[in-house]
């Protein structure tokens, strides 16, 4: 069964600079597809970005880019230029290539907050 | 843009009774979840449903049941509430297609207190 770890349950960074969450996965699959969430408070959950694990290059969004490290199962987010309206839960989440919709396994978070 | 509603912010309800969680998706897509997420434990998957009146255990099925009658509506049943049930629930619904795996697009969620 495929888990997924993230080891920073909270992270605080100051406003303007940049901040790397991290996140590690355990999947003896070969495709799969990787995703950050971001949950504002009192706020639906957005999708950040998503990876496809075949792909060697680090998907990138604006200011948010992606660690992909394929050997190692790891797959950190990286905020540059951090604002105030990225203070949220981040989860990071894991789906294997062509399984069921159902399987989107996320991890248990990590929330981040901006400060001023 | 995609819009999921959830038919309460907040809820209470008592032990015993029967609750009824509604989820409403406007963009035709095909699979929708609920879920329910817990502070330190993330999100859990409930039921997922990829198709009218098709339906799927998630990790956490016990206590609940779902109705999917229309495409755009699912429902999650609480046949009888009970205190370990207060949780947010969240709904979700995504696309079908290989270039959309895993992008879900969630409701606001709904803050049930059983009591």
């Known amino acids: 069964a495929q888990t997924v770890t993230q080891s920073q349950p909270e992270m605080s960074v100051q406003e303007a600079e940049t901040v790397t969450l991290s996140c590690t996965y355990d999947?003896?699959?070969?495709?799969?597809?990787l995703f950050w969430y971001k949950q504002p408070p009192s706020r639906q959950m957005i999708l950040v970005i998503r990876?496809?694990?075949?792909?060697?290059q680090n998907a990138t969004e604006n200011r948010f880019s992606v660690n992909f490290q394929k050997a190692a199962k790891s797959f950190s987010l990286k905020i540059s230029d951090s604002q105030l309206g990225d203070t949220a839960m981040y989860f990071c989440?894991?789906?294997?290539?062509?399984?069921?919709?159902?399987?989107?396994?996320f991890g248990k978070g990590t929330k981040l907050s901006v400060k001023p | 843009d995609v819009k999921v509603t959830q038919s309460s912010r907040y809820l209470v309800k008592r032990t015993g009774e029967k609750v009824f969680l509604e989820c409403v998706q406007d963009?035709?897509?095909?699979?929708m979840f609920w879920y329910r997420q817990d502070p330190g434990l993330g999100l859990r998957l409930i039921y997922f449903?990829?198709?009218?009146?098709?339906?799927e255990k998630g990790d956490i099925p016990e206590g609940y049941s779902v109705s999917r009658e229309k495409k755009e509506r699912f429902s999650l049943i609480l046949e009888s509430a009970s205190t370990n049930q207060t949780s947010m629930y969240l709904c979700?619904?995504?696309?079908?297609?290989?270039?959309?795996?895993?992008?879900?697009?969630f409701g606001p969620g709904t803050r049930l207190t059983v009591t």
């Open positions: 979700a619904s995504s696309p079908s297609g290989a270039g959309t795996f895993g992008e879900q697009y």
């Open positions: 999947t003896s699959e070969n495709n799969y597809y």
């Open positions: 990876q496809e694990a075949y792909k060697q």
């Open positions: 989440a894991f789906m294997k290539y062509g399984g069921s919709q159902g399987n989107l396994i």
């Open positions: 963009m035709d897509h095909e699979n």
């Open positions: 449903s990829y198709d009218v009146k098709m339906k």
